[in-house]
């Protein structure tokens, strides 16, 4: 199976390092997303399967991936929420600060350097298979959704993270974050890689994927934090079962 990912990248957030970790690095804006996107996930995967765990481990024994984890911004809080978490990334140097972090932390988490594909080829499944802010920096969206699905089991879910292809997306998110604010390294994104809702409601259907959740994503600066919202114009999260 031709590999999804793009070289360049790789090496773009290869270059990020040890900086992983640290809130006010170039991915500050990750950790300020990151409580959000973690809320998500938790009550997604806690109103589906957590009614019989406890309160304070509401995913305990799930099997959750996390393709694209980078330092382990999000594989490690969902551990702590007891999923037994596989977090692969195509950079070698970012899955050496995560592993690295984890076990500072006392947590086991299974990383992996390995491609989704690759992965998939061996057959292995997942209760859930998360992909946030991560196909917006693939090579072929439907193809790296077919990937993921593969990798989800029946009755399991793909939940994903990533930015529409509208004027106020390239305002908002290459022009604000990037050169205006400051938010993130410029040349993070692509305005062009981004992908609509209806783009990706297509690739989830065409791997057999049937959509069960989605929302916006929107920034409060009065507030200084993110909220869901109806608003998808820029940032939204998806959610879509495997069918058994």
């Known amino acids: ?24 690095g170039p991915m ?22 957590g009614s019989d765990r406890p309160r304070h481990r509401p995913l305990a024994g799930l099997r959750l991936l996390d393709i694209g984890c980078g330092g382990g911004l999000l594989s490690e809080p969902l551990a702590r929420l007891g999923a037994n978490v596989t977090g692969i990334d195509p950079a070698s140097g ?3 600060v995560a592993r690295a972090h984890a076990k500072a932390e006392g ?8 491609s ?3 992965l998939a080829s061996s057959g292995p499944t997942f209760d ?12 072929n969206v439907p193809a790296f959704v077919a990937t993921a699905a593969a ?22 998110a290459i022009v604000g974050a990037e050169y205006v604010l400051g938010w993130l390294p410029k040349g993070t994104h692509r305005w062009e890689k981004f992908v609509t809702p209806a783009e990706f409601r ?5 791997a057999s994927l049937s959509v069960c959740g989605q929302t916006g994503v929107i920034y409060h600066p009065l507030f200084d934090e993110w909220r869901l919202a109806d608003d998808m114009d820029v940032n939204y999260m998806i959610a879509a079962e495997r069918l058994p």
């Open 1 to 24: 199976m031709r590999s999804t990912i793009d070289e360049a990248e790789v090496a773009r957030f290869e270059q990020i390092g040890a900086r992983w970790w640290d809130a006010d």
């Open 28 to 49: 500050r804006a990750l950790h300020r997303f990151n409580p959000l996107r973690i809320a998500y996930i938790r009550d997604l995967l806690r109103d589906r399967w």
């Open 94 to 96: 970012n899955l050496d």
């Open 107 to 114: 947590l086991v988490i299974d990383y992996r350097d390995v």
């Open 116 to 118: 989704a594909e690759t």
């Open 128 to 139: 859930a298979v998360l992909a946030m802010e991560v196909v917006e920096h693939v090579r």
């Open 151 to 172: 990798l989800v089991r029946p009755g399991g879910l793909f939940v994903a993270a990533t930015l529409n292809r509208t004027l106020k997306s390239f305002a908002l």
């Open 202 to 206: 297509d690739a989830l259907r065409a």
